[in-house]
């Protein structure tokens, strides 16, 4: 018998074909697509067939956030149905399902007709915050246990708020109790991960700092009886075997279909799996499905209104034609941001990033299609209380974003980009004057550090406002934490930007360049 596992990761709420950058746009991902290659895949198969999706479906895109944060009933209702048509057998929970909180997350797990599986996210009984921890599914005679598990580092970055009285654990510890006991009740065990890899593959040589946010190596290297694994979380495209195992990992925003194959036999009254295949189907060429552009059309026209509004007009220029070059040389758009941010939590100290390299900064007239894509998280802001020595081991640390090239010239560290895109974890600062040096060893690259025209002292307190994630540590900014936070504005930044351009219809597009990156 051939069993066939597909899986999607990472949808971030992406509908339709489109980032959102331009109007009408038709690029090569979405959920409609994948509704059209699932279905194909399925007519395909000649055994049983079972669809999971591995998390973050419920934030991420402006549609998501239209549906949580500006229809006028804030319930996920109408984003679940599009979902729904897929015809999910499992689905497990990313770490941004909790960005809009546990009640809206239970809203929307009510009206999804998969069954919820997460055996780490637990309330303060120990037991499955969320659905259950596990599910079997019988067919054919073929009994097929499905784990699921979420990387345990959603604590670390999530507003305690959104997360109140839930914990969650080490994936691998976690899968070391359920894959065997789950072996006693089923013939294959597929554990779904919404988690990646601290190690590269081939080598085994850490990729990261492991600090538990991805355990799939070691998952599969210390737990023996997974007979498959599906990954997400850092939206790669993984189609693999990892010490025996098939692993899959579809990328995001619906890219991509994860494909394994399992081909089990009976022997001694049981399955068991005998060989097996992991691969990708790119969805790029799938048509859009009928049925999901048809349902959704009035939702459609709904967000694209929205995010066509004016709010504002520059007197000059807020666009970026450059992203690798904004980071390294402060642009008018940068700027506007930290003023936003600055205004807007009463300090003269702010850091920002830019997340990706899709934005383009605003044009003029500022739409609300060019704040949602340009911010594109549902991040609030926070003021951390530090000393001048934390704040240059912020700088420090985000001055790791570069190296030098063989030929000497100013790069991106690969750190960044493989094994995940983390351009969002490189900020700039402005309320100081500072030059990243990336001649000197990392550790070493702050010269100039000055805040109103004087050397910042180690012991000297500071304040500085930075978007919650950051100000509570994540990205790696151990100098920041919880305990730093003296001041919160849990409204996101797209409605603090928005707000903002009502209260200053008129933008002045300065540039101060405060920072350096020099060599």
Known sequence: ????????????????????????????????????????????????????????????????????????????????????????????????????????????????????????VLNTENQPAFGQPFRIINRNGLKVAILGLTTQTVAQWERSANIEDVHFNSAVETARVFVPYLHQLADVVVVSYHGGFERDLNTGKPAEKNLGENEGYQLLKDIKGIDALITGHQHRRIATKLFGTPVTQPGYRGEAVGKITLNVEKKDDRYVVTDSKAELILTEKAPLNKAIMETSASLDREVDHWLEQPLGKIDGSLTITDPAKARIEETAYTEFIQRVQM???????????????????????????????????????????????????????????????????????????????????????????????????????????????????????????????????????????????????????SQIIADYLREHPIVKADVNHNFKVIK
């Open 1 to 120: 018998m051939e069993l066939t596992i597909l899986s999607t990761s990472d949808i971030h709420g992406y509908i339709f074909p489109t980032n959102y950058v331009k109007q009408g746009s038709h690029l090569p991902f979405g959920l409609a697509r994948v509704a059209s290659t699932i279905k194909e895949e399925r007519q395909k198969a000649t055994g049983p067939v079972i669809t999971i999706d591995d998390g973050d479906f419920l934030e991420g895109s402006p549609l998501a956030y239209y549906v949580a944060q500006v229809q006028p009933v804030h319930n996920p209702q109408a984003l679940m149905d599009v979902y729904n048509q897929i015809g999910y057998d499992c689905g497990v929970l990313g770490n941004h399902e909790f960005n809009y909180g546990k009640h809206y997350l239970k809203l929307a797990i009510n009206e999804l007709d998969r069954h919820i599986v997460n055996a780490n």
């Open 343 to 493: 205004a807007t939590m009463d300090v003269d100290i702010s850091a920002t990033a830019l997340f990706n390299n899709e934005g383009a900064g605003f044009e003029n007239p500022i739409t609300m299609r060019n704040i949602m894509t340009n911010y594109v998280y549902p991040d609030g802001l926070a003021v951390v209380q530090v000393t001048g020595k934390e704040l240059r081991e912020a700088l420090e640390q985000s001055a790791h974003y570069f190296i030098l090239d063989e030929n000497g010239e100013i790069a991106v560290n690969p750190s960044y980009i493989y094994p995940k895109k983390r351009q969002y974890n490189y900020d700039m600062y402005e309320g100081v004057e500072y030059s990243i040096n990336v001649s000197r060893p990392f550790g070493e690259r702050i010269e100039g550090l000055s805040y109103h025209g004087e050397p910042i002292k180690d012991d000297e307190p500071l304040k500085i406002v930075l978007n919650h994630y950051r100000a509570g540590g994540g990205g790696h900014y151990h100098m920041f934490g919880e305990d730093k936070i003296i001041a919160e504005n849990k409204t996101a930044m």
